[in-house]
């Protein structure tokens, strides 16, 4: 699918002639030191303002080709259950068949991102013995630049939104 030249390919992102990855360049890798944290609780005050916070403008989804054509990015439909099983988990009474469906579609989607990319980094075994309160940090990790990826996610979110005003009238 696409059209190939010397230097890219260019896809019309309608029907199946789309890439499978959104190309965007990152830049170079960082540095994340895994640690216990006091955000991002299941219960408490700031508990789902916090967990929103992990959403991108336009929700996770990005608009592209000439139609701007939605299409999910993985990382936000991740990031999006671990706010719905958060959800789930804050708030048992509020649960419906319809909450399970999709608490059981999430854990499943995350299930399989971790086999997909396993992450091969070592732990010690210990880690239900340690105090969390005070051994706060884990390993080191050489990540992609998320921070990046939220910019993109601006950007392309203001496009759409620019296009939208463009053609109402």
Request: aromatic letters at 12%; hydrophobic letters at 40%; charged letters at 20%.
């Given at each position: 699918m696409?059209?190939?030249?010397?230097?890219?390919?260019?896809?019309s992102y309608i029907h199946d002639d789309y890439p499978e990855f959104w190309d965007i360049d990152?830049?170079?890798?960082?540095?994340?030191?895994?640690?216990?944290s006091e955000h991002y609780p299941v219960?408490?005050?700031?508990?789902?303002?916090?967990?929103?916070?992990?959403?991108?403008?336009?929700?996770?989804?990005?608009?592209?080709g000439e139609e701007y054509r939605?299409?999910?990015?993985?990382?936000?439909?991740?990031?999006?259950?671990?706010?719905?099983?958060?959800d789930a988990l804050a708030s048992p009474s509020d649960r419906s068949p319809a909450t399970d469906g999709h608490f059981q579609h999430c854990l499943n989607f995350i299930r399989q991102f971790a086999l997909c990319s396993p992450n091969l980094t070592l732990e010690?075994?210990?880690?239900l013995s340690r105090d969390f309160e005070t051994q706060r940090s884990g390993a080191v990790l050489v990540c992609k630049d998320w921070r990046k990826l939220y910019d993109?996610?601006?950007?392309?979110?203001?496009?759409w939104k620019e296009f939208q005003n463009r053609t109402q009238y």
């Open positions: 696409g059209t190939q030249t010397a230097e890219k390919t260019t896809y990152l830049g170079n890798p960082v540095v994340m030191t895994m640690e216990e219960h408490g005050i700031d508990a789902k303002e916090q967990w929103a916070s992990t959403a991108s403008d336009g929700f996770g989804y990005v608009r592209l939605a299409f999910a990015v993985n990382v936000f439909h991740q990031l999006h259950c671990l706010r719905a099983m958060r010690p075994a210990d880690a993109y996610m601006s950007d392309n979110w203001s496009s």
